[in-house]
């Protein structure tokens, strides 16, 4: 799977919080991972969806603080599950 390798690729130096899983809502499927970011002498806290549909293939993520992550996951997590994709082929028809 593409997915799997712009996973790798865009994130291999960031530590895995929570490993890569197959994820299929709406109208995609694709992969579902968190990630932790050493910035300076803090880290950055990545949710991170990369989803698929047809021709469509887009990574969409959300990051805070570590120590702000907690008090806005659910914030972060209802944007990036609100995710719908369309084809541009069936938008002409």
């Known amino acids: ?6 996973f790798d690729s865009v994130f291999k130096t960031y ?5 890569l899983r ?5 109208n995609w499927d694709g ?7 050493s910035v300076g002498k803090g880290f950055r806290s990545w949710l991170v969806i ?6 469509v293939l887009v990574l969409i993520t ?19 599950n609100s995710l719908v994709l369309a084809d541009p082929e069936e938008a002409k028809d």
Do not use: F, W
């Open 50 to 55: 990369g989803a698929c549909h047809r021709k």
């Open 31 to 37: 992969l579902q991972a968190e990630y932790l970011q």
């Open 62 to 80: 959300a990051n805070d603080t570590q120590e702000a992550m907690p008090s806005q996951r659910h914030i972060y997590e209802s944007i990036l």
């Open 15 to 19: 530590k895995v919080v929570s490993p």
């Open 22 to 26: 197959a994820i299929s809502q709406n």
């Open 1 to 6: 799977m593409k997915l799997r390798g712009l």
